[in-house]
């Protein structure tokens, strides 16, 4: 898929959001990508699926035994992922405030693993995904989410693939533009 062809999907489902949010992160943006609209249409899930897993090398694509996915957001994607590169897709929760497998979810020692997110910003969520597969046994193998919203400098161990790179800028509380301070915050994303 091109860029243009993600960004049409965003745009179709309502899923690209302009005003005043703060970021699971912490961080504030005039925009924000609500991925579970984008991913609520089952067809446009599995499309935009299918592309991420092109953009993976083939022998990541195939050394991959397992695909987890950090809930809320990644569940979907997680799962889609999971179905184009016809592997066993779960999930990470956190119950009491850090990830964990739970709902009879494990890994196999050394089973090669694929984290897959929606949207990655801070890059927090990931790795505390990425240490909950290696705490459980399981390698990671790589990376890979729709979105990449990541400030320069944020890297990760494992190789990264986003279907989309958007450079949003985001602020801290302190440093808020007054044009983005003058509208009402909302917090959209699934972490209160």
């Not at 897993?53 to 083939?58: G, M, V």
């Not at 996915?69 to 889609?80: D, F, L, N, V, Y």
């Not at 910003?121 to 790589?142: C, I, N, P």
């Not at 990760?156 to 440093?175: K, M, N, R, S």
Request: hydrophobic share 40%.
């Amino acid at each position: 898929m091109t860029e243009d062809e993600v960004l049409h999907e965003f745009r179709t489902s309502e899923a690209l959001l302009e005003g005043h949010f703060k970021l699971s992160s912490g961080r504030h943006s005039a925009y924000y990508l609500q991925c579970a609209r984008v991913l609520m249409e089952p067809m446009r899930a599995s499309r935009l699926a299918a592309g991420l897993a092109a953009k993976l090398p083939r022998e990541l694509r195939s050394s991959v035994e397992k695909v987890v996915s950090p809930a809320m957001g990644g569940i979907i994607i997680g799962h889609e992922m999971g179905r184009a590169l016809g592997k066993e897709a779960i999930f990470l929760e956190r119950p009491e405030g850090t990830f964990e497998f739970r709902r009879g979810f494990d890994l196999k020692e050394g089973e090669k693993v694929l984290v897959v997110e929606d949207v990655v910003t801070t890059g927090l969520s990931s790795k505390e995904a990425m240490q909950a597969v290696g705490a459980a046994g399981g390698s990671v193998v790589g990376l890979a989410s729709l979105v990449d919203r990541r400030a320069q400098g944020i890297t990760f161990h494992v190789p990264y693939y986003a279907l989309l790179e958007i450079a949003f800028p985001t602020y801290a509380e302190d440093e808020l533009p007054p044009e983005l301070a003058a509208i009402p915050v909302t917090k959209p994303g699934s972490r209160k």
